[in-house]
T-cell receptor, first 112, second 112 residues
Framework: EAQVTQNPRYLITVTGKKLTVTCSQN?????MSWYRQDPGLGLRQIYY???????DKGDVPEGYKVSRKEKRNFPLILESPSPNQTSLYFC???????????FGPGTRLTVT | KQEVTQIPAALSVPEGENLVLNCSFT??????LQWFRQDPGKGLTSLLL?????REQTSGRLNASLDKSSGRSTLYIAASQPGDSATYLC???????????FGTGTRLTIIP
């Protein structure tokens, strides 16, 4: 089954404790992206990747890192999480930039 | 900078009625526009994608239109069913920009 998977689905952590949210797709997509969704603000892009070893900032990249060492994986790294990063995070992929995007199920992160 | 607006934020409709959801955008240099549905606690599911050269797209009971000159897209749902209850999001992609700009969504409730 073609899908985008994220792990973990739910995470509660404390300020400053490094964490990684994994994202994997099995559709051989070139383009991958991370979004956060907050009430009243909608979805905002954090980072995106056009190909392996190619990443770029979206609208709200501060406090986040990403890497794209393999085509199928695009982990999101929070080196020192803060409470304002409490949010619902989505990973997405598409065949290429401008094509239909497929979203993962989301990761709800709470930073206390 | 592209801005996408969806009004109303919430809509309740009796089962069986036809309905229209609205999406407005400020920058008409659109590459494509995509409609998604989001169920509570779930990820986004792509419904329809309209390229800038197209006027509309249809899938089953759904029909999406695009009018670049007026900065509007609509999602028409025919013969609504309780299973259509969800939040509907539109997202615009502009030429020369690798990201999607999302609206904040319309929460649709179909009343049995």
């Amino acid at each position: 089954e073609a899908q985008v998977t994220q792990n973990p689905r739910y995470l509660i952590t404390v300020t400053g404790k490094k964490l990684t949210v994994t994202c994997s797709q099995n559709m051989n997509h070139e383009y991958m992206s991370w979004y956060r969704q907050d009430p009243g603000l909608g979805l905002r892009q954090i980072y995106y990747s056009m190909n392996v070893e190619v990443t770029d900032k979206g609208d709200v990249p501060e406090g986040y890192k990403v890497s794209r060492k393999e085509k199928r994986n695009f982990p999101l790294i929070l080196e020192s999480p803060s409470p304002n990063q409490t949010s619902l995070y989505f990973c997405a992929s598409s065949f290429w930039d401008g094509y239909e995007q497929y979203f993962g199920p989301g990761t709800r992160l709470t930073v206390t | 900078k592209q801005e996408v607006t969806q009004i109303p934020a919430a809509l309740s409709v009796p089962e069986g009625e036809n309905l229209v959801l609205n999406c407005s955008f400020t920058d008409s240099a659109i590459y494509n526009l995509q409609w998604f549905r989001q169920d509570p606690g779930k990820g986004l599911t792509s419904l329809l994608l309209i390229q800038s050269s197209q006027r509309e797209q249809t899938s089953g009971r759904l029909n999406a239109s695009l009018d670049k000159s007026s900065g509007r897209s609509t999602l028409y749902i025919a013969a609504s069913q309780p299973g259509d209850s969800a939040t509907y999001l539109c997202a615009a992609k502009n030429f020369g920009n690798e990201k999607l700009t999302f609206g904040t969504g319309t929460r649709l409730t179909i009343i049995p």
